[in-house]
């Protein structure tokens, strides 16, 4: 089997960062998310300008009452760069989608190239009546099936008209167009998501699970869109720790889950365990037995698989699992993905600015050497970081 070259990106905390894991994200209310370090534009413009100079490929932008903005985020964020795509997160149903793809092709026009869609249904029902939204889960991935219909539509140059269960447009059109189409990126694992994502996903995505269970879905999604004649991308979303040895990763690990007590994680699962979110319920699963037996003090008790570490996903919501390891593990365990399937790979860690570093520099190195990262090699950051001493 040939490994096509890698796509990276990395993640935008744009709720706040910290030395210790952030909780917040899918399932948790607005507030939730705790950080010692503020996500201004001047910070988060450094992480983008740090990604670019590494060459990834984007930067995933959540969305949700827990984070700022996304659509907004990017824009500001799009002339701190030059060459960074910015993955937009967005909810299809809370805006019109003849909006949305107005939206995306102002964004287009001004940064050719540069803007990419994820695509989020919503799993959790408190939150989405927050905005408005009274539609069960179901009825959500019908709602983004009209919705991203009547999107690709206006892309493609047509005159829309539908009058759909859930969305009704009349004679809707664009004064232009984006060029090139921006990419759709979906994400799900309840049976209802196969069909929408087999239908309009360009990448589908997953959170870090087992490779063996990442696999069967790549093959789950492959089978809906052969049903659609389309083939689909794949992408994986995960926390890293890499570092030098793997001893300094795992000790960084026990730092995390160290600065964890009880309340905190009890408080932080009783809110996740409201989600409707399939997906959210495998990361739980992944530590529960770790939170019965309080096994999950030890950090290398919560290592599910090789170099996969469920420690994140005790307070935080959404991707709940890191790759940790030395530099060689974590390009390893990148190159196992890879063999199931997987295509991109959109990583963050704690804090991000400093752990885009620790990738940057020890783990992309690796993967050109091993002709899975492609990427040309562009200006090289500062030789002296001050978190990190000498470049490594």
Not at 40 to 59: H, M, N, P
Not at 372 to 390: H, M, Q, V
Request: hydrophobic share 40%; aromatic share 8%; proline share 5%.
């Amino acid at each position: 089997m040939v490994t096509p070259a890698l796509k990276l990106h990395w993640f935008l905390p744009t709720y706040g960062d910290s030395r210790s894991i952030v909780g917040g994200g899918h399932g948790t209310p607005a507030g939730a998310a705790r950080s010692d370090r503020d996500a201004s534009l001047d910070y988060l413009a450094s992480i983008v300008r740090a990604a670019e100079t590494f060459d990834f490929t984007g930067a995933l932008i959540p969305t949700g009452a827990w984070c700022e903005d996304a659509f907004i985020t990017a824009a500001l964020l799009a002339r701190e760069t030059t060459s960074l795509g910015f993955l937009v997160a967005f909810r299809p149903g809370l805006v019109s989608p003849t909006l949305s793809a107005q939206m995306a092709a102002t964004f287009a026009r001004h940064a050719p190239g540069r803007l990419l869609l994820n695509v989020v249904v919503g799993g959790e029902a408190h939150e989405q009546r927050a905005f408005g939204d009274h539609l069960d889960k179901d009825s959500r991935y019908a709602r983004a099936d009209e919705f991203l219909e009547v999107v690709r539509r206006l892309w493609d140059g047509q005159t829309v008209t539908l009058d759909g269960d859930h969305i009704q447009v009349e004679q809707a059109s664009l004064p232009t167009l984006p060029d090139p189409v921006p990419p759709l990126y979906f994400g799900g694992s309840s049976a209802a998501a196969g069909p929408v994502a087999a239908r309009h996903a360009d990448v589908y995505l997953t959170w870090g699970e087992p490779p063996a269970a990442v696999a069967q879905k790549v093959e789950w999604i492959r089978g809906e869109a052969a049903k659609e004649g389309r083939q689909v991308r794949f992408g994986i979303r995960l926390h890293v720790i890499t570092r030098d040895t793997a001893d300094e990763a795992w000790s960084q690990a026990g730092k995390l889950v160290g600065a964890l007590d009880e309340d905190t994680v009890r408080t932080a699962q009783n809110g996740l365990g409201r989600s409707e979110s399939e997906g959210q319920k495998r990361m739980l699963a992944l530590h529960e037995s770790h939170r019965a037996n309080g096994s999950w003090h030890d950090a290398r008790a919560l290592e599910i698989a090789p170099n996969l570490w469920a420690g994140v996903g005790l307070v935080r919501g959404g991707a709940g699992t890191a790759l940790v390891g030395s530099h060689t593990e974590v390009a390893d365990r990148i190159a196992e993905y890879a063999e199931v399937g997987i295509e991109e790979f959109i990583f963050s860690g704690y804090p991000h600015l400093e752990e885009l570093f620790w990738v940057g520099e020890g783990v992309v190195p690796l993967l050109r050497e091993r002709g899975l990262f492609a990427g040309e090699t562009k200006s090289t950051a500062s030789a002296s970081i001050p978190f990190l001493g000498a470049a490594r």
